[in-house]
């Protein structure tokens, strides 16, 4: 069965600065990967996916993921964090080709500090 | 398109009460997916639906649930009788999937149930 991981709970990093979102995934066959972010209160909305092709997809607000196939990871980066990206995050997994549900990790929630 | 749409976006029923969450998938879409978010257990895939049908309904917590999809433009999710544990926040998400084209799911805004 498949899963996702994501080892933290909580991430803080300073305005201006990178930021590395963690995330961590199991299939048994071939991964689509995906990320999204939840305001409060709201539904989560799509941020990027890797479905094939370059390891490095770019998707909304500046963000960017990198899959690792041998390291079976999929982490968020942004170059430069605002303050508004403070949010919860969520990696999901669907396994291609097998059941094709949706799993979601735990979510990850993200802090900008002025 | 409007996007999924989810009914009523909020719920407060008392013990025991049927509870019925509705959700309008986006046109064109066959998978439906229903999904339960809480504070401990995070984002959990209750059971989807391809092209109506119910694929996988072994995250539905118990018999008290169910789900019916009896067309492509609607689903519901039923809870009964409702018990405070079922207190949550209630997805329905829809894709569509063509040759990994699209393969992200878009979701509906929720359905906040309280059970008192």
């Known amino acids: 069965a498949q899963s996702v991981a994501q080892p933290e709970d909580q991430v803080n990093v300073a305005e201006g600065n990178p930021l590395t979102v963690k995330c961590t995934y199991s299939v048994s066959g071939n991964p689509y990967l995906f990320w999204y972010v939840q305001y409060p209160n709201r539904g989560l909305q799509f941020l990027l996916k890797y479905i094939t092709g370059d390891n490095l997809v770019k998707g909304s607000y500046g963000f960017e993921a990198e899959f690792n196939k041998s390291q079976t990871s999929f982490h968020l980066k942004k170059p430069s964090a605002l303050v508004s990206d403070s949010a919860l995050y969520f990696c999901a997994v669907r396994d291609r080709g097998r059941d094709d549900k949706i799993i979601f990790g735990k979510g990850t929630r993200l802090h900008i500090l002025p | 398109d409007a996007g999924v749409i989810q009914s009523p976006r909020h719920e407060v029923t008392e013990m025991g009460q049927e509870v019925t969450l509705r959700c309008k998938p986006i046109s064109g879409h066959d998978y439906l997916f229903w999904y339960r978010q809480t504070m401990m257990r995070g984002l959990e895939l209750l059971i989807y639906?391809?092209?109506?049908?119910?694929?996988?309904d072994s995250g539905m917590p118990e018999d008290r649930f169910s789900a019916k999809m009896p067309n492509a433009s609607f689903s519901t999710l039923k809870i009964q009788p409702s018990e405070p544990r079922d207190s949550a926040v209630y997805f329905c998400?829809?894709?569509?999937?063509?040759?990994?084209?699209?393969?992200?799911?878009?979701f509906g805004q929720g359905t906040r149930l309280t059970v008192v």
């Open positions: 998400a829809s894709s569509l999937t063509v040759g990994g084209v699209g393969a992200e799911a878009f």
């Open positions: 639906f391809n092209n109506n049908v119910p694929i996988d």
